[in-house]
């Protein structure tokens, strides 16, 4: 089993930024992509941003440019800056580590965005 936290959240003005973390453990080997999904009110759960192990990268259009992904395989950490934050960031942010290339999927407890006007 992989336990997932979370942290790093609030509410922040729009412009403004702040920056998650996610570390995971447990039974750390063979963790493969991490990467950080949002839910806002009334939406479907969507991809943020997540990287491989090797440093790969991919963006929802949403936020190319202002959300940075990044990651320390040492601590098996993932964060994620977020720059310019707008009010429609608003949602709870949920990271995810995946095992043995999609095999096994770990979710965090969720971490509440609020931007406000």
């Known amino acids: 089993q992989v336990q997932v936290v979370e942290s790093g959240g609030g509410l922040v003005q729009a412009g403004g930024s702040l920056r998650l973390s996610c570390a995971a453990s447990?039974?750390?080997?063979?963790?493969?992509?991490m990467g950080w999904h949002r839910q806002g009110p009334g939406n479907q759960r969507e991809l943020v941003a997540s990287?491989?192990?090797?440093?790969?990268?991919k963006y929802a259009d949403s936020v190319k440019g202002r959300f940075t992904i990044s990651r320390d395989n040492a601590k098996n950490t993932v964060y994620l800056q977020m720059n310019s934050l707008k009010p429609e960031d608003t949602a709870v942010y949920y990271c995810?580590?995946?095992?043995?290339?999609?095999?096994?999927?770990?979710w965090g407890q969720g971490t509440q965005v609020t931007v406000s006007s």
């Open positions: 995810r580590v995946e095992k043995d290339y999609g095999i096994k999927v770990y």
């Open positions: 447990g039974s750390v080997f063979s963790i493969n992509a």
């Open positions: 990287i491989t192990s090797g440093g790969s990268t």
